[in-house]
């Protein structure tokens, strides 16, 4: 179904409740709260590092610390970047977020055991220093660094880490988002502060590429209810990543502050903000206003965004090969573990010759060339060519091809034809007419959708567009026949894969589940144990694209597109920022935290020319203009869908 609304990663636990009030949890949440706020007169603020202001849950300042009009005023040279996104944040909860903007964020507050190298993406050491597996392959050691410390002055250890893993081994609530990486885990030990021993029920190739974030247990522990702590009523976030949360509003903005105590050594920017722009075209001005520093689109510029601005000379567009999929998905019958069927997909789905004729009847290289204007790949196999080893695409006999006459063959064979109207109806005798779930704020779901319309419409098949600001509530409920879906895929690409599984469906029709659209097959789940033991990179990468080809002939997902990502800066604000890959890579949602790591302020005096901006300072108001509203941020993160994954 997250994202990342921007199409990136989204998983939730297999046991979580779907609460529709939030009266209670909101109270709940209010109460645990209190536990997850660092002292203002931290141990690393008397030591000389940034003191974060402590903020009450309506954003003022409640001890030391400026205000966010001093903020704003930038004095002594305050460095601040400035992020305008597509998405408001899920869950400040690692446990609980799913869409890319969260995630993204979680990547800046807490270290991996490991990292993704930014020039190619092999695992590089994060939390931990070094790792080795036993001759078996079932017992994995991590030797944690000694040079870290969270943010309010206490040691990181392995103590630490194994909590964590050990809080997603026990708690249902705390498997939410990365619940899928611990499932093998037979036991988590920290034989002393720097030993991390993690033994397993079978191999496990993802060992170095645990996307998990390791929080400290001396705050965390305080927490009750995992499932419905948001994480967002109290500030600074103690953290050991290069950036300290200390600020946010829903549906506005995140405030993230330099933490001078970073291993890796201290961001070159003061303060970093990530402001919400619901109206992308809005975020566009603001860039060239030097309003904003950097904006990411929705979750890419569009052509006409992008080409608007290649005529400034204080704006860099990037434009590079992406990691994401842009995809059409069915609901086949939302169906929980126990058995019980939910929602009300259209029974005609259930038919593969019906699946494989609607995706007949979609001309991708037009989406390509129309839509994206040549700022995207025509779609194929599951996994992005980016990922070149485990990229797939159909042989000639196996593609569904764009074959308009073939797909009304096939729906006449299923015993849908047209009627003296030109109606494709069943044999009860109703007309077919799918409706498409479409995100509100991609113009791109909105331009496929139409062209669905046509095509489709061609066929004597009806398309309503649901475009909605939300559309996870339908999407769990499993009340849509198709939707619009997308996911970034990680260098590793487990997680990704392990969403079509049965055992990602929810467990109860009550619960929330992992899946992407209620899929189970027996043999795709045979594949995904199979490529989750084999350590032979390129057996497991042939098993990979054998799940690949499995997923294809199903006929759930329809891969329309792999989308650039298309981002822009302003250089008289930005003077250099790492991509990821080096070569040809984004900057905005990278595996890792390396792009607002690095980026080097530009200096004022090197770019005179522009009368709209005076730096990168400029566009801090962000942290305190609402532009999207008042909306309040559930106290229970609801599962993301695929415009709102990573």
């Known amino acids: 179904m997250n994202t990342d609304d921007q199409h990136g990663r989204g998983r939730t636990g297999p046991g979580r409740k779907r609460i529709r009030f939030l009266a209670a949890a909101g109270a709940t949440a209010l109460l645990l709260a209190s536990g997850l706020a660092a002292p203002a007169a931290s141990a690393s603020a008397r030591a000389g590092q940034p003191a974060y ?32 996104v597509a998405q408001s944040v899920d869950s400040l909860s690692p446990f609980l977020a799913i869409r890319l903007v969260s995630t993204s964020i979680h990547r800046l507050l807490y270290e991996y055991l490991t990292d993704y190298d930014p020039k190619d993406a092999h695992p590089v050491p994060g939390l931990a220093t070094t790792w080795e597996s036993s001759p078996d392959k079932l017992t994995w050691t991590y030797t944690i660094r000694t040079n870290a410390t969270w943010s309010d002055g206490q040691q990181v250890t392995a103590e630490d880490a194994a909590w964590t893993f050990n809080k997603m081994m026990t708690d249902q609530g705390a498997a939410t988002a990365n619940g899928s990486f611990v499932t093998n885990f037979a036991k988590v030990t920290a034989p002393s502060p720097t030993q991390l021993v993690i033994r397993l029920k079978k191999p496990q190739a993802t060992m170095t590429a645990l996307d998990v974030p390791i929080v400290p247990k001396h705050i965390w522990e305080k927490v009750g209810d995992f499932s419905k702590f948001n994480n967002d009523k109290t500030f600074p976030i103690v953290g050991d990543g290069p950036f300290v949360l200390t600020d946010y509003k829903p549906d506005s903005y995140v405030r993230l502050q330099a933490n001078r105590s970073f291993w890796r050594g201290a961001p070159k920017f003061d303060e970093l903000v990530f402001r919400y722009y619901k109206d992308q075209d809005a975020a566009v001005a603001a860039l060239r206003k030097g309003e904003v520093s950097f904006v990411a689109g929705s979750p890419s510029l569009t052509p006409a965004q992008a080409a608007s601005l290649k005529g400034d000379r204080n704006i860099h567009v990037n434009d590079a090969p992406g990691r994401r999929f842009y995809a059409l998905a069915t609901n086949p019958g939302a169906q929980a573990r126990n058995g019980r069927k939910f929602g009300d997909g259209d029974p005609s789905l259930l038919d593969q010759r019906v699946r494989h004729a609607l995706f007949m009847a979609v001309d991708r290289k037009a989406i390509v060339d129309k839509v994206f204007q040549g700022h995207a790949v025509e779609g194929q196999g599951y996994i992005p060519p980016r990922f070149s080893p485990y990229f797939w695409k159909p042989s000639a006999s196996q593609e569904l091809a764009y074959d308009p006459a073939k797909a009304a063959r096939l729906l006449d064979e299923a015993g849908y034809r047209k009627n003296a109207q030109g109606k494709r109806v069943g044999k009860d005798g109703k007309p077919l007419n799918y409706r498409v779930l479409c995100h509100a704020t991609d113009p791109n779901d909105k331009a496929v959708g139409r062209y669905l319309q046509e095509w489709w419409g061609k066929l004597g098949i009806g398309v309503t567009l649901d475009c909605l600001d939300n559309v996870t509530d339908p999407w769990l409920a499993g009340k849509y026949d198709l939707a619009f879906d997308g996911w970034s895929v990680n260098p590793d690409p487990d997680f990704v894969l392990s969403i079509h599984t049965c055992a990602a469906r929810p467990a109860t029709p009550k619960d929330t589940g992992s899946t992407d659209d209620f899929i189970c097959d027996k043999t795709y789940d045979d594949l995904y144990a199979r490529q989750l033991a ?81 730096g990168v300072v400029i566009g801090i108001v962000a942290g305190v203009v609402v532009l999207a509203g008042l909306a309040v941020l559930a106290a229970v993160r609801r599962r993301a869908t695929a415009g709102d994954r990573e």
């Open 534 to 614: 084999e350590y032979d990179p390129a057996e497991r990468a042939d098993v990979v694209r054998q799940m690949e080809s499995r997923l294809y002939d199903l006929g759930y997902m329809n891969v329309m597109a792999y989308p650039n990502a298309v981002e822009a800066y302003r250089t008289d604000q930005i003077k250099s920022v790492t991509t990821m890959p080096a070569k040809a890579g984004n900057i905005y949602g990278q595996d890792g935290y390396w792009s607002w790591w690095s980026a080097v302020p530009a200096n004022p005096s090197e770019n005179s020319g522009s009368s709209t901006s005076t």
């Open 53 to 84: 202001a402590a903020r009450s849950k309506d954003g003022t300042v409640v001890e030391d610390g400026t205000s966010a009009k001093e903020d704003n005023e930038a004095k002594n040279g305050h460095k601040v970047l400035t992020v305008a």
